[in-house]
């Protein structure tokens, strides 16, 4: 078996996710526009090549990237040869809604219509928000849904919002909960005071920053909740390690480039490409259960599936290991 399709579970839920899956934020035109039959074809092409595991939200181009999938989707169940490759792991985010406004902030989504995401962490607009994901989803359910980016909203995603999701979860209405942000210390919080099953970080466990290790990734072992791991080219640095390139949407500093650089130094003595080194390296802590990585294009999905399938010798590990990328198992 590949890499990329071998399976884990995340947490004590059953759900079994691939360890390369597929992130939705470029299918909502995050930057620049995508077409819808390219969004297709990036769906069709990552399950027909083994990736079981889905992730989108309703952020994702203000419903955009929810109703493209949806549109794989349902090309896919109408195909004449029946379900061959309809096997998959969905997940969308709650904690905004999407609203008309012909004036509202795009969120720097190219294809999102006149709108604006909200941020509504009460009983009422969490399951308003996992409803209108499922209508642009065309489901019945989703297997996990995710408090989205909860930064400003800390207490009420705790108190408020993870009660709902708990009462959803027992009701059999989804089969995982959890939390998706860009930092590790709320979720940390919500891995020891909750019953969550995963965690959706992005960014803070990569080649460059593995701040997630210190707090986050070793509760998770302790509670058995499983990691999902965004971000691990830290939104470009270490797809392509250049003065002007960006770090967490914003362009990198000149001592983050100088150490991606470094890192890519490293990776060119063994004759790896820096990108196989920042999507593998994740998957050796014992809590991580799938790399999500987004692709806009059949391209970039095939280069992602490529860098995880890549062979990267043990000597190469311990080489970054002496450079502060140390690896789980190092």
């Known amino acids: 078996m590949k ?6 579970t995340l947490g004590r839920s059953g759900v079994e996710v691939t360890t390369l899956s597929l992130g939705t934020a470029p299918l909502g035109g995050l930057f620049s526009h995508v077409e819808d039959d390219a969004a297709t074809a990036v769906v069709h092409t990552a399950l027909e090549a083994g990736l079981g ?29 029946g379900d061959a490759h309809t096997s998959y792991v969905i997940s969308t985010k709650v904690g905004r809604l999407i609203v008309d406004n012909p004036q509202g902030d795009s969120d720097g989504y190219a294809d999102a219509p006149p709108s604006e995401a909200i941020f509504d962490f009460s ?9 209108e994901s499922l209508e642009r989803l065309g489901l019945d359910a989703v297997d996990i849904v995710y408090i989205h980016d909860p930064d400003d909203h800390e207490e009420e995603a705790l108190t408020v919002a993870y009660p709902v999701l ?22 940390t919080r919500f891995v020891r ?22 707090d986050l990734l070793p509760a998770c072992i302790e509670r058995g909740v499983s990691i ?8 470009g640095l270490l797809a392509d390690p250049r003065p002007g390139a960006t770090f967490n949407y914003v362009e990198a500093p000149p001592e983050l480039v100088a150490r991606a650089q470094e890192l ?25 259960a799938s790399v999500l990585t987004g692709a806009r294009s059949v391209a970039e999905l095939t280069e992602n599936i490529d860098m995880m399938e890549y062979d990267i010798p043990d000597a190469l590990w311990d080489d970054l290991a002496d450079v502060g990328a140390r690896r789980y198992d190092r």
């Open 166 to 187: 708990h009462e959803l979860r027992a009701e059999g209405v989804v089969k995982a909960i959890g939390v998706g942000m860009n930092q590790s210390r709320i979720p």
């Open 228 to 235: 999902v791991i965004g971000g691990v080219y830290n939104s």
């Open 53 to 81: 595991y889905i992730d989108t939200a309703p952020l994702y181009g203000h419903g955009v990237a929810e109703r493209r999938i949806g549109a794989a989707l349902a090309a896919l169940r109408s195909r004449a040869d």
């Open 3 to 8: 890499r990329a399709t071998q399976k884990r």
């Open 264 to 288: 890519a130094a490293v990776c060119a003595r063994h004759d790896v490409p820096l990108k196989a080194a920042a999507i593998q390296f994740p998957l050796a802590h014992p809590a991580v």
């Open 193 to 214: 005071e909750t019953d969550i099953d995963a965690v959706l970080l992005a960014g803070r466990y990569t080649l460059l920053d593995q701040t997630g290790a210190v």
């Open 123 to 131: 009983p009422d607009g969490i399951r308003r928000s996992l409803a």
